[in-house]
DNA sequence: GCGTTCACG
DNA sequence: ACGTACGTGAACGCT
């Protein structure tokens, strides 16, 4: 079989595969910050033209330099000027190209003097005459020139792997001519990307005229002077001198000397190993995960072993026990657990140790109550590392063992340093700090195929990587934390901050399970009733629930009009709804059905699903790591969204009841956090002064944005209209979604805007500064330095680029208020734990605080609370806390 | 697994 | 011209 070499022209395709997947530049960047769409892109032709081809040799050709500095500038000074600068988003790329070539084991080369064109003209004319079948990749059509029955060039069309097949035939079918013939074509038409002047007004039509009746310039210039008198022939007999040299530049080199030889571009395969490093680098998790595949089934060489770096872990029986006490004074612990559920999921084993002592572990989670490892995690001068301090924290509780001393949670500090892509799996955060560990899907599955290998060995062997990159990646991390200037927000904050919660979660909220049975009760049956009403009205049975079932009836079958679509059909959204309710009474069933439906679904069955039948309460778990702002959330169940603002939905809280007889449900809330924390963020002395006063916020705003003196009454519709712009405001405020949200114009709602600035100027300072800084910087800060990344600040793309400008101003005020009561909660547990009070921190939801305590005890509680909560941080507006408590949830109003 | 809807701050 | 208010989680229908 005829050998082949393949010949890949770097600059042109890098440079298409660039813009190939320009409109995804801010999309794809990795970890690092690194843009990688050039990468992604040339990566997908190294894949899919150039692994499956496996030519004999190979070279990716780059150019030196400019071009300047070769013969064709030295002809022509002006060649390749006005060329726009490469942007930076694609220099960066460069090295990385070069890399991600070598590893697919093509040969990188580039020549002084010589642009990339020349390396391909040169080796393949070597390549024909030593044999071998030559195929060219290019995106730059002068290549053509170099066709002949044994040199084929391929051009990418649109992106980079479809591409055009150029031979001498297919030349000479699409345009009547030779591939030498293309030289002179060029020499006819100039070319404009490399800014040289062919003849003047001849274009590709009239050159190929040209062509085809004297077939090339020499003999065209021969017989000029035989044509007819035109305006066609004075400009080429002007420009001769322009063709004859647009010949030459457009003319690739065959016979430069090349310092590489042709034995020496030997194709090698690819580098697995290496270009899995290179890939985390560059976040290619597609690429990442399609290798792993192919080396489990075998299919290609290399282990997992030469991945994941070895380490060696005992396994622990009650024999060896007391090796744990050599462990010295700082190591990593880790149980693994079978779930995301630390409450209620089985665990699946741990590891203890560190890298200078060894590591031991071992399936059986009991060994951890036996004194010889109880003392150790019990021992707060044993510094442990650890990942997710409050799951370990209450895995530990669930065995009676209270862990101290856990100063690293990398879960936590990852989630400081870079809240985007945290998917709170350790193997993908250590990737951020190069280093490896299988992920938890490698080992055990998932969804439904989660299990747990029967090889303890194995499932050890992965606990004790884990370990290791515990232990490895503590100072990277806490460096980056410094660096970040966010030691502070983690030491003080967020780690005391996973402790409370701990033992709030632990702790857990009593459920009066009769209470809610007899609301699901009354729930169901006027359920029923609506949905015989329903379909009476609608003539037939249908599944009300069905948003699309929904849409047919009422907009085809009733001929209701259309308000509102969604990608997938029918809007029937309550503001929908609400519009219909008048042309038709079965709409206003359907929503009765549907707020009573959710309240069942979701609060009383979804609620009655989830208590623990010892206790009777419920344990959520607060995500500590996952909200892009700082703020915590409720998952399992979901105890940030209890109903509240209806009266029907209200009386699900008359389920959540104190633990103890004679106990009360006691509740302390923020007034106005977020537009307090505006005040004094941007320094607006006119909205701080109404805080000052004590004024009611909203009533204030509405004087201000509607003219009205400082003691005018103002009405309720002017204060809801100053109280969404404030909201507006704290959103990041556009005319637009203000007009949306107050159903009026666009332009109504820009004067109130523009008012709002005119009246509070240093807020409109502020905003306008904030999406700078975000601009400028890449991120905005809280007060607590807590940081958000807003790298779609500069997108070009306009959704993209306003949702990050909205988000600059909101985060840091959203993110600020936790901050606050993040503080508020630390101060609060210290303070009931000082003063022996038997209450307890039940519930956070992000502006107020659910506690339970004895009767007698709620007078005190509220005065700690409260003076502990306005001054958990000093601001230039007060504080204001409002608190309540009864016998319920529902009564703690 | 995604889209829609609706519960909260 | 572009076409959205910020941050969440759960249930359900549908593919």
Redesign the pocket.
Known sequence: MTKKLLLIDGNSLAFRAFYAMYNQLDRMISHKGLHTNALVAFNNFLDQIVDPMQPDLAVVAWDAASGKETFRGELFPEYKDGRSKTPSEFKEQFPYLREMVALHGLRNYEQAGLEADDIIGTFSRLGEQAGYSVTIVTGDQDLIQLATDKITVNVTKKGVTEIERYTPEYIMEKFNLTPLQIIDKKALTGDTSDNYPGVTKVGEKTALKLLAEFHDIDNLYTHVDDMKQSKLKENLINDRESAFRARELATIMTDSILALPLEEIEYRGIDYDNLVTLYEVLDFKKQLSKIKALQKSGQISGSQTLIEKNVNVVTLQDDNLQAVAMLGDKLALHIEMAGPNYHTDDMIGFVIGSPGTGYYGSRDVTLLQKPELKSVIENAAIVKNVFNVKAQLILLKRLGVALKGAKFDFLLISYLLD?TDNDNELSTLAQRFDLYVAPDEDIYG??AKFEVPADDARVLAHLAHKADVLMQVEQLAFDALQAHEQTHLYTEIELPLAHVLADMEYQGIKIDQERLHDIGDDLESRIHAIEDAVYLEAGEKF?I?????L?VLLFEKMGLPVIKR????????????EKLAPQAPIVAHI?QY??L???N??YV??LL?VVHEQDSKIHTRF?QT????G?L??????L???????AE??QIRTAFVPSHPNWQIFGA?YSQIELRVLAHMTGDKNMQKAFLNGEDIHAETARAVFGLASDAPVDALMRRTAK??N????????????A???GISRDEAKRFIDTYFKEFPQIHAWMSQIKETAHEQGFVETIAKRRRYLPEISSKN??LR??AE??AM??PI?GSAADIIKIAMIKVADALRDNNMQARMLLQ????LIFEAPVDEVPELTELVTSVMDSAVVLDVPMRVESHSGNTWYDAK
Do not use: C, W
């Open positions: 809240t998932k969804g599944n629930n069905s948003p699309k079932q849409g969604t990608k997938t059909g029918y809007s029937t959204a309550v503001d929908v709804l929503l549907r707020q439906a959710k309240l679904s979701t069955a979804g699903a995500l996952l909200t892009q702002t703020r959330s409720s998952v399992d169940p979901n940030q969204n209890i109903p509240m603002r209806t939905g209200r809330d969404a712009v909201f507006g405001i704290v959103y990041g405020i556009s005319d637009f979604g203000l949306n949200n107050l306009f959704n306003s949702f909205r988000t909101n985060s959203q939801v992000h502006d107020e």
